[in-house]
């Protein structure tokens, strides 16, 4: 049998991890040396580029390139024309998947037969059935599809000592999706309480913020508009992430753009970038409330707060949490690799039942998850005028569960 890991299948990044030889979840890095791979394909000259390579050529400009179409798994409709021909999600999704396994087997030197890959906790039956798809397209066999802040959840109960049953929220801010998860984790396993997410906000609606600070700038003090060339566009998406990662760290970031023979030099500081991107901010904490709300609970009755993705890295994430939830959030594991740890120790957990336990988990995994959409019928009234919606089984609802009518 060959290896066995978890991949995380992000948006923007991915993942793979494994679980070594003594029991503890580790990167595989890809054959750059990387511990993440971006979720980019580009087709160029007969070739299909993936991760960093292709993320280069999108710099020159050059062949067609697919990014963010994890937004799309599911959807009929989207479709994807690269190297002459229509790709869906699914291929997409398959040729980014067949990418990371190959560049996996040749770091570990061996074969990877087996796989659990993560999705967003508000996937639909269409967008998991298109990953799992896309998984057996690249050649895996896939364990099983687990949500993304189950996943954290299990790599940091995975190091918890305690007995004791905490309520935990994850907020998972990554480059395009926001996710947030309510659920209690003890002794008896994870049990999800309440999910919620916003698939069209994350990471690049903050660059987009910077983008459209610099290129306003730029056009005042050039008069023209750098947005209107591909290249340029680009090159200010770059700058402008360049900038926001760098206000993680510093106060101030000072931005040097190039369009049309013109040099802008711009500085932006951490005060103006919170406030410019405000709303963004807000609409996580609408979503969080909402999640804790809708359980009942008070902020004071959560016990942790787990960070995940990589926009939570931005100050202001960390200082929404402490206030809120009148405590800073847990440490202990790494924001871009606690997803595929987690899908490592769950795959591990599959293969290795029968096997003396090695999977780095304290004791058995039991994981309770929820539905994340209300599931029901469209029924027509009695005298046949209008529709209505009639749900079976409300969000939140433990799965699995039943219930006729
Ligand atoms: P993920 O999808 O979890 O890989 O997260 C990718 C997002 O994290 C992108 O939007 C990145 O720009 C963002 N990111 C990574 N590092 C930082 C940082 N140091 N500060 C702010 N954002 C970051």
């Not at 595989?28 to 971006?38: A, D, M, Y």
């Not at 003090?221 to 340029?232: A, K, R, T, Y």
Request: hydrophobic share 35%.
């Amino acid at each position: 049998m060959g290896a066995t890991v978890g991949i995380d299948l992000g948006t923007t990044n991915c993942a793979v991890a494994r679980i070594d030889e003594f029991g503890k979840p580790e990167i595989v890095r890809n054959s750059l040396n990387e511990p993440t791979t971006p979720s980019v394909i580009c087709f160029h000259d007969g070739e299909v580029a993936v991760g960093q390579n292709a993320q280069e050529l999108q710099a020159t400009g050059a062949g067609e390139v697919a990014a963010f179409f994890k937004r799309s798994l599911g959807d009929p409709n989207f479709l994807f024309f690269g190297g002459g021909v229509d790709h869906s999600p699914t291929d997409l999704s398959s040729i980014l998947l067949s990418h990371l396994k190959r560049e996996a087997e040749a770091t570990l030197g061996t074969t990877i037969t087996d796989a659990v890959i993560t999705v967003p906790a508000y996937f639909r039956n269409p967008e998991r059935e298109a990953t799992l798809e896309a998984g057996r397209r690249a050649g895996l066999n896939v364990l099983q599809i687990i949500n993304e802040p189950t996943a954290a959840a299990i790599a940091y109960g995975g190091r918890q000592t305690s007995n004791r049953t905490q309520r935990i929220i994850v907020y998972d801010l990554g480059g395009g999706t926001f996710d947030v998860t309510l659920m209690e984790q003890g002794p008896e396993g994870i049990k999800v309480l309440a999910s919620d997410g916003d698939h069209e906000l994350g990471g690049k609606d903050w660059d987009d913020r910077l983008v459209d600070f610099l290129s306003t700038a730029f056009e005042r003090e050039f008069g023209e508009c750098p947005m209107d060339d591909p290249i340029s566009a680009f090159d200010f998406g770059v700058k402008a992430e360049d900038a926001k990662k760098h206000l993680t760290s510093v106060g101030e970031a000072r931005v040097t753009v190039l369009h049309g023979g013109n040099r802008g030099r711009y500085s932006i500081t951490r005060q103006d970038f919170e406030e410019m991107s405000r709303d963004l901010m807000e609409r996580t904490i609408m979503l969080t409330d909402r999640v804790i709300d809708g359980q009942g609970i008070s902020p004071e009755q959560v016990d942790g707060v787990l960070l995940v993705g990589g926009s939570t890295r931005m100050p202001m994430v960390r200082n929404y949490i402490t206030s809120r939830f009148g405590k800073p959030p847990m440490g202990g594991v790494d924001v871009d690799q606690a997803v595929a740890f987690g899908a490592s120790m769950m795959a591990a957990e599959k293969t290795l039942s029968l096997q003396p336990r090695r999977t780095g988990l304290a004791g058995p995994l039991r994981v309770t998850d929820v539905t994340t959409h209300s599931l029901g019928m469209i029924a027509v009234n009695q005298d046949m005028s209008a529709y209505t919606n009639s749900i079976i089984l409300a969000k939140n609802n433990p799965i699995p569960s039943s219930e006729t009518r």
